[in-house]
């Protein structure tokens, strides 16, 4: 069986992330494991010149990069404090990529990530950052479903 000393949690800043953070922190408990929180944020320049002509891309970017931080600590602050064994990243990039390049660059090995609940057409039409990294991931994929019904463990970070 595989050591997983290296646990990836790509986090999307929702109330959901604070149930997969319970799992995460059960494995790297488990496996004596550090935990590398990512989040990634949507760069501004792919959404094109056309749609945010006059103003500083370089000063807005550094905005969200505070707000992405500022939530992080909403949601994870007193895990974040307790826990020596979790780092915290953020970064700018598409999800799928970013959480793909982290993975090998970092030498993680093992992802932990929720799924957003899509199905039916919305999947089709709009994909996933999960089935991406199940399909294109060099590592094991833990993907858990933060909707369902009946789960009675304490959901508090």
């Known amino acids: ?91 700018f990039g598409e999800a799928a990529d970013e959480i793909l390049k982290m993975t090998e660059s970092d030498n993680i090995d093992l992802v932990v990530m929720g799924t957003h609940g899509r199905k039916g057409l919305k999947q089709t039409i709009f994909g996933s950052v999960a089935n991406d990294i199940v399909k294109n991931s060099p590592v094991p994929v833990l993907v858990v479903n933060p909707y369902k019904e009946g789960d009675s463990r304490n959901t508090e970070a």
Not at 19 to 44: G, Q
Not at 64 to 88: C, H, Q
């Open 1 to 91: 069986m595989s050591e997983f000393k290296k646990i990836l949690f790509p986090c999307d800043l929702t109330e959901n992330s604070v149930k997969i953070m319970h799992y995460t922190l059960s494995l790297a408990e488990k496996y004596d494991s550090r935990i590398c929180l990512l989040h990634v944020v949507r760069n501004l320049r792919d959404w094109g010149e056309l749609y945010v002509p006059y103003f500083s891309l370089e000063f807005d970017q550094e905005r969200l990069l505070e707000s992405a931080d500022k939530a992080l600590d909403k949601l994870f602050g007193s895990v974040l404090r307790e826990k020596p064994n979790i780092s915290k990243r953020i970064v």
